[in-house]
């Protein structure tokens, strides 16, 4: 991730605990849906550890050294491995490694993503372990890949691991870019960076958004009381360039969850000690309860949160 502005703190506002929505309408909190509680059941935080443990054992992925491009082969061949996904490598040089599962609905050619950046960069480029910058965020993604691909959505769902986020997002600008331009009604792209880093267990979780994706923010913060993940949320307090900026910069729904604080980032003390992984799983389920909500999570009675694509502006 690149470096990040705080904003001042009366800019930081909490939702409270009876959330109002993000663009100031109360929201409908209504029930808790069984097949959304179930699933987000199924994420395995033993999992999360394996995958960030697996990524900051390659000792740079720093874009262009020969980590990143291991990095860039044990992701795809983690995806590939999972049943039910079509896996791919997009950008050329980029290497995103990109998973799709099929739509079965009549609004399958909707695609809802969820993304994480797999390099690292470090004050020694050569000691970039990048434990909570980014790992984290990526065995996020490969978890929620796991889980859902077990399951059934109206809407078409990717999983996006991107390469040269550190660079400039260059990975996710240039996957972006090409959605505008061929008219991929992109729904939702949620991001996952710094997202793991809690060392004090404060549970304070920040959703970045924008006014094309205050909805889907609102949505998180009520499905954040609806499923108990429980998080003391805030809105907007950091101010970061990420892949998720990508995304808006084309006029598509984007939206990021980040820890409270960046903790190591960018050095070569971003190690696994240092992430938070209960907070992490927490964190997963909190999106993936939205994911599955956008996405039309096939024994959701109500249907899908959002009843037609945004058009990129």
Not at 36 to 45: K, L, P, R, Y
Not at 203 to 218: F, P, Q
Request: charged share 20%.
């Amino acid at each position: 991730m690149l470096p990040c502005a705080l904003l001042l703190a009366c800019l930081a506002l909490f939702l409270t605990a009876v959330p109002v929505g993000l663009t100031g309408a109360p929201l409908g909190r209504g029930q808790p849906d069984p097949a959304i509680a179930e699933i987000i059941g199924e994420v395995n935080e033993s999992e999360l550890q394996n995958t960030t443990y697996d990524l900051q054992a390659i000792p740079t992925r720093e874009f262009g050294s020969e980590g990143n491009r291991e990095a860039g082969e044990y992701l795809y061949a983690r995806l590939a491995g999972i049943p039910g996904l079509e896996v791919e490598s997009q950008g050329g040089e980029l290497n995103n490694v990109i998973a799709t599962l099929p739509g079965d609905g009549n609004t399958s050619d909707d695609v809802v993503i969820v993304g994480a950046h797999y390099d690292s960069t470090s004050s020694d480029p050569a000691r970039a372990p990048g434990a909570t910058d980014n790992a984290c965020g990526v065995a996020i993604v490969l978890e929620l890949a796991r889980v859902m691909s077990g399951h059934s959505f109206d809407r078409t769902v990717q999983f996006a691991l991107w390469n040269a986020e550190e660079e400039g997002s260059y990975g996710s600008v240039d996957y972006a870019a090409r959605a505008a331009d061929t008219g991929v009604p992109v729904v939702l792209y949620l991001n996952y960076d710094s997202a793991c880093y809690d060392p004090e267990n404060r549970s304070v979780l920040d959703i970045m958004y924008d006014e094309r994706s205050a909805d889907i923010a609102a949505l998180m913060a009520d499905h954040n009381t609806l499923y108990a993940t429980n998080f003391t949320l805030t809105r907007n307090r950091h101010t970061c360039e990420s892949d998720h900026t990508s995304f808006q910069a084309r006029g598509f729904p984007a939206l990021m969850t980040h820890s409270e604080n960046h903790g190591p980032a960018h050095t070569p003390d971003d190690t696994i000690d240092h992430v938070s992984f209960e907070y992490a799983a927490r964190n997963a389920r909190l999106g993936l309860s939205v994911l599955a909500k956008v996405a039309g999570l096939r024994g959701d009675e109500d249907g899908a949160a959002i009843p037609k694509a945004p058009v990129a502006g």
